[in-house]
């Protein structure tokens, strides 16, 4: 037992001469250590003292039918169409959900609205990680659709705390 209070003063006195902005992220990790995940926090915390891969993403990848089209029917009542689409997100069979990013920038792929369709006919491919995000829905900008009187808008996955759910947004 006296090994355990000799590390607990070690640690004392070394959390007392950390710099106040590093107090914060390191009760976080104290407080996900002592929890009920604490075991696979230390081992990952093993990991990151070994200078080894740790808090890897685990690859989530879907594939993407391309053989057949979106089917707006589906999603929209009669009277939208799809006017423009992402070329690269159509290229795309397959799709790393891991590696999306959530920010908006040129050089990347808008998903289109067949990656949302997928996701939606098997929402147990939508990641945990998803849910967590703020806001809580994912655009798939890489499909303009279109009514007949010319309203324009990109289809959405959002969650709602309960259940998956898609919705319109107009543009």
């Not at 003292?49 to 089917?71: A, G, Y």
């Not at 303009?144 to 289809?155: A, F």
Request: aromatic share 12%.
């Amino acid at each position: 037992m006296s090994d355990k209070f000799s590390m607990i003063g070690r640690l004392v006195a070394m959390i007392v001469k950390v710099p106040e902005e590093w107090l914060g992220p390191l009760c976080d990790l104290v407080e996900k250590l002592i929890s009920k995940a604490g075991n696979e926090w230390h081992a990952e915390l093993l990991h990151f003292l070994c200078k080894k891969p740790c808090w890897v993403v685990p690859s989530k990848i879907i594939q993407i039918d391309r053989t057949t089209p979106f089917n707006l029917t589906k999603f929209l009542s009669e009277g939208w169409s799809i006017v423009e689409e992402d070329e690269h997100s159509l290229a795309l069979t397959e799709v790393d959900l891991a590696n999306v990013r959530f920010e908006k920038d040129e050089s990347y792929t808008c998903l289109d609205a067949k990656v949302l369709q997928v996701l939606w006919e098997d929402r147990s491919l939508i990641p945990e990680s998803w849910k967590k995000k703020r806001p809580s829905y994912t655009i798939f900008g890489g499909t303009h659709l279109q009514n007949l009187e010319g309203g324009r808008g990109v289809l959405y996955l959002f969650w709602d705390n309960v259940e998956w759910g898609w919705g319109l947004i107009l543009t």
